[in-house]
């Protein structure tokens, strides 16, 4: 179902921004950290001039911005805030006690590569590292899904049977910097769609005096990280009727992945973040000289939806894996999850890794279609590290 | 108090009610116990004042002995006895 709506050119940041805007969350705290600062910027001149309710808390750290968050969501507050690389890196210890003590927060941000070297542009280091910590993760590739899927982790975050913070990854500077149309939905629209936040044991709630974070030791813990687990399967459940409902209201359409000319193709490409726009030009490119190639974008990568990615990929000729971070001494995690989901498969692809992309380096549409070629031409070889765009 | 399965508790670790500490029996902990010489205690209740763990029973401002569902043997009261009427022993002593 098409619907048309007002569309204006916006950064990525900007489009995340007048997402928070229309969520109109109770609480914001959030420090600033490049390629991330516009978010904060934007959302800050909508507080400013009086656009939203929000209670804007401008923070001394990133770990002080997380625990602030933490703090309002305990309180039963929708509450907000948005990081990049080492950011969120200062804020891993709070980021992980948000998931178990399992409160809905929603967090854009906006992926640079980790120090050091000191580096301010994109690549998944700062992410990947956090990808344990028990927040779903999507990745978008363009403006309109980080506006879009900003407004959606709401909804899903919040479910009753989730109740888990999300993050949005969007590639820094090239989303978050890079202007392109995007499709703005009505205030009351999105305002019906996040609908009112329902908190589940609200410390403001007096008449019903509750305890956050107390020791919890053998006892418990173990119990309690069960819960978590379960918590991310159910995202696999819910995440589809989120998404249509979505879908009822805004019209656009989303999933786990994002299947590109995948019904006949032999040899698919599976990526995270905007290098998927690249790579569905390149796509194009060797389909008119008649090879069938695919993509599989990954859009939700915690929790890691092995089902539908190893049904989709079973019985392809190649699979080739690019990943804009590395895991020193092991496999990259895109890799290491898409072969991991396809141990169970009764004829596995030939499968290669390609890391690309780090500390900004820029990705051309040559390098991807080499990669391609080589797994047209039968060259590739599982477990040999390959690397697009780097320098011998 | 028996062990409750992961479906059946509050996510997050939130304790979703107040006062539930006393439902957590704090004397499975102890190594020491506490043992009353009543012939050598003043009743001055310095026990009492100082037990973090509400663990010394009076009656009318009298010492009575403790309440080992919590009286986890940390000795303090032992410790803070000015008539040394309170004598920490080996839990091993009172096996069987």
Redesign the interface.
């Known amino acids: 179902m098409e619907k048309v709506y007002e569309k204006k050119a916006l950064t990525g940041a900007e489009a995340v921004a007048y997402a928070m805007k229309q969520i109109n969350p109770d609480v914001v705290a959030a420090y600033p950290i490049t390629p991330q600062t516009p978010i904060v910027e934007y959302f800050a001149k909508f507080v400013a001039d009086g656009e939203v309710d929000t209670e804007m808390i401008p923070v001394e750290s990133e770990h002080s911005a997380m625990s602030a968050v933490v703090g309002a969501a305990a309180a039963g507050a929708r509450a907000m805030t948005a990081t990049s690389a080492n950011g969120l890196a200062l804020m891993h210890e709070i980021v992980y006690i948000a998931a178990s003590t399992r409160l809905p927060i929603v967090m854009p941000v906006v992926n640079r590569a980790l120090s050091a070297p000191i580096n301010i542009h994109c690549d998944h280091s700062d992410a990947m590292a956090e990808r344990d910590s028990g927040w779903i993760q999507f990745y978008v590739e363009n403006n309109q899904e980080a506006y879009d899927l900003t407004i959606l982790a709401v909804k899903l975050a919040e479910h009753e049977d989730v109740r888990l913070p999300v993050m949005v990854n969007l590639d820094g500077f090239i989303i978050s910097h890079g202007v392109e149309p995007v499709e703005l939905y009505p205030d009351d629209l999105v305002k019906g769609f996040v609908g009112e936040p329902k908190p589940l044991y609200p410390l403001l709630d007096t008449e019903h005096p509750v305890t956050y974070g107390p020791l919890d030791l053998y006892d418990y813990y173990f119990e309690h990280k069960r819960q978590q687990i379960e918590a991310m399967d159910n995202v696999k459940k819910i995440f589809p009727k989120v998404a249509e409902e979505f879908e009822r209201t805004f019209g656009k359409k989303y999933d786990f992945v994002e299947q590109y000319k995948l019904d006949d193709a032999d040899y698919v490409m599976v990526a995270l973040g905007s290098t998927n726009s690249t790579i569905k030009y390149v796509v194009d490119w060797l389909r008119e000289e008649g090879f069938k190639v695919g993509l599989l974008k990954v859009w939700m990568f915690r929790p890691f939806p092995k089902e539908q990615i190893q049904s989709i990929l079973v019985g392809r000729k190649g699979v080739i894996v690019l990943d804009r971070s590395a895991s020193f001494g092991a496999e990259p995690p895109l890799y290491e999850a898409i072969k991991s989901a396809l141990y169970e498969a009764a004829v596995r692809p030939a499968l290669g890794s390609y890391i690309y992309g780090l500390g900004g380096r820029d990705i051309k549409a040559e390098e991807i279609r080499k990669a391609f070629e080589d797994a047209i031409n039968g060259n590739l070889i599982v477990d040999e590290q390959r690397f697009l765009g780097l320098r011998e | 108090m028996a062990?409750?399965?992961?479906k059946d508790?509050?996510?997050?670790?939130?304790?979703?009610?107040?006062g539930k500490a006393r439902e957590y029996k704090t004397g499975t902990w102890r190594v020491l116990r506490p043992v009353l010489h009543e012939d050598k205690c003043i009743h001055c209740m310095f026990c009492w004042l100082y037990c973090p763990d509400l663990a010394i029973v009076q009656e009318q401002g009298k010492m009575k002995g403790f309440d080992f569902d919590y009286c986890k043997g940390c000795g303090l009261c032992a410790n803070v006895c000015p008539a040394k009427a309170i004598e920490m022993k080996p839990e091993t002593e009172f096996l069987k």
């Open positions: 062990l409750k399965g992961w508790i509050p996510i997050g670790g939130v304790i979703d009610e107040p």
